[in-house]
């Protein structure tokens, strides 16, 4: 049972991300990194969209994508960058 709850906050808490940046007028990224080589990227990329949905309803606009990109792969760890639009 201890086994099973390590392994889960292991794969559940290991990621970083500077927030969302700015890049130009009402366009911004962001950008998840995994911490291990263990980190589901999925979870990562549900992350992103869910950050990046809420800054656009704090500005009371509608998330629109522009690029979507993802890492992973043997001896790296994963990232995702969202790079998005808030719009009317």
Do not use: W
Request: aromatic share 10%.
């Amino acid at each position: 049972m201890i086994r099973i709850i390590f392994i889960a906050l292991i794969l559940t808490g290991c990621t970083s991300s500077p927030g969302i940046i700015p890049i130009g007028h009402d366009s911004y990224t962001i950008m998840i990194s995994g911490q291990s080589g263990f980190v589901p990227v999925g979870g990562m990329k549900a992350d992103a969209y869910e950050g990046a949905q809420k800054h656009c309803k704090s500005l009371n606009k509608s998330l629109e994508e522009v690029s979507f990109n993802s890492t992973s792969g043997f001896g790296k760890f994963p990232e995702v960058e969202l790079k998005f639009k808030c719009v009317n």
